[in-house]
């Protein structure tokens, strides 16, 4: 019988990696799921600020907490898409800023990466949720691949991610439709 247990310090990693995975070949489907996530935990971190400064404690703390993490979650939702042009904008930004040594150009030329792809998402929602999540799913999973697989070479993770990225991007929009979006 194989030997599932792993040491303490590879959890976190395999963990990642999961999510990564199911970010790159489900991005598109859990998108909202994630956005509304993410709305819940600013929300719930608003409401437990909110609670520390009118010294509310015991049980009564978990109402505003939960209440404005839930309010998050909802706003997180409504507001779908401006979450997509922010992941498209930060995204391109960020990978056209790392490309150029001169700081300003590098800043003005994100800024104008940034906006074409944030405007572009909006028009072409799902294909840009589907190439950022496959991709960056893909990418990440191979590169958390390494440690698990003993291997030290990162060509082998970034091969593997690029292997990955492709295959989630087909599985997406195989089973992804425009009705979707």
């Given at each position: 019988m194989p030997d599932f247990s792993a040491p303490a310090a590879l959890w976190p990693t395999i963990f990642t990696v999961l999510l990564a995975l199911a970010d790159c070949f489900l991005g598109f489907k859990l998108s909202k799921f994630w956005i509304s996530l993410a709305g819940f935990v600013l929300g719930a971190a608003l409401g437990g600020w909110l609670a520390a400064l009118l010294s509310i404690e015991g049980w009564l703390l978990l109402l505003p907490?939960?209440?404005l993490g839930v309010v998050g979650a909802l706003l997180a939702y409504r507001v779908y898409r401006?979450?997509?042009f922010l992941l498209c904008f930060l995204t391109a930004f960020f990978g056209i800023y790392s490309l150029i040594s001169i700081p300003w150009a590098g800043a003005l030329a994100g800024c104008a990466a940034g906006l074409l792809a944030g405007?572009?998402?909006?028009k072409?929602?799902?294909?840009?949720?589907?190439?950022s999540t496959g991709i960056g799913g893909g990418l990440c999973a191979g590169a958390g691949l390494l440690p698990?697989?003993?291997?030290?070479?990162p060509l082998w993770g970034l091969l593997a991610g690029i292997?990955?990225?492709?295959?989630g991007v087909a599985v997406q929009f195989h089973t992804t439709s425009?009705?979707?979006?």
């Open positions: 907490i939960l209440l401006g979450g997509v405007g572009l998402s909006l072409l929602l799902r294909p840009a949720l589907i190439l698990l697989l003993g291997l030290k070479n292997a990955l990225a492709i295959s425009e009705e979707e979006g």
